[in-house]
């Protein structure tokens, strides 16, 4: 199949915690179907593997970079971004994604420099800006790590609807997260939610689909 250039200009992841709270999972798995049911089922709606969020509200961030410089989403407009939450202890969802994401690069071809790929961390406790930046450039030097404090990491995910929570595991933890790959365009619209079962050729077919 032929396509149009991609970017053309236009106008849970670890063991769960014993809780007497209802399982925020299941909260979230409700949220996804309740999205589901309102994205993606009209006559016209676009055949996804995804989740289509067009015309949903785009969350933002306030966030630092491995330089301490501020950063927002604004600062990527321009660039269709892949904004992803994890940690980089994590061990398969969050490596899985990136590799993902590198492979979703390869299969753009020059459409590849185009995009921005954003991982924001959910542990910013240990997360340093160097252990960040180290982490995500072994996968891409482009691949941005951005951290904050817990109260900027918390506004982040609630923006964009992101759970997560801290499970304590012997004499450490690890973290539960949300496992999806936001996609935003180049005017900063928020269009795209990648499922984790997604290979690399039917995220990039989504891509193409909507942008």
């Known amino acids: 199949m032929r396509y149009p250039t991609l970017f053309a200009?236009?106008?849970?992841?670890?063991?769960?915690?014993?809780?007497?709270?209802?399982?925020?999972?299941?909260?979230?798995?409700?949220?996804?179907?309740?999205?589901?049911?309102?994205?993606?089922?009209?006559?016209d709606a676009p055949k996804l593997h995804g989740m289509d969020l067009s015309g949903m509200p785009t969350g933002d961030f306030k966030l630092q970079d491995k330089t301490g410089q501020e950063r927002t989403l604004a600062d990527y407009r321009g660039h269709p971004i892949?904004?992803?939450?994890g940690f980089t202890q994590c061990p398969d969802i969050c490596p899985t994604a990136l590799t993902r994401a590198l492979e979703m690069k390869d299969l753009l071809g020059a459409d590849a420099d185009k995009l921005r790929v954003l991982f924001i961390t959910v542990d910013p406790e240990r997360d340093t800006p160097e252990i960040l930046s180290a982490y995500t450039e072994a996968f891409d030097p482009s691949f941005v790590g951005l951290r904050g404090t817990a109260e900027q990491t918390r506004a982040a995910a609630q923006s964009f609807k992101v759970?997560?929570?801290?499970?304590?595991?012997?004499?450490?933890?690890?973290?539960?997260?949300?496992a999806l790959t936001y996609v935003i365009d180049a005017q900063g619209k928020l269009r795209l939610a990648l499922r984790h079962a997604q290979t690399a050729a039917e995220?990039?077919?989504?891509?193409?689909?909507?942008l």
């Open 203 to 210: 995220c990039v077919e989504d891509l193409r689909t909507v």
């Open 9 to 43: 200009p236009a106008g849970a992841t670890s063991p769960r915690a014993p809780s007497s709270a209802p399982d925020p999972r299941r909260r979230l798995l409700l949220s996804s179907l309740a999205l589901l049911a309102l994205t993606g089922c009209g006559p």
């Open 82 to 85: 892949l904004l992803f939450f």
């Open 163 to 178: 759970f997560y929570q801290k499970v304590p595991t012997g004499s450490s933890y690890t973290m539960d997260h949300t």
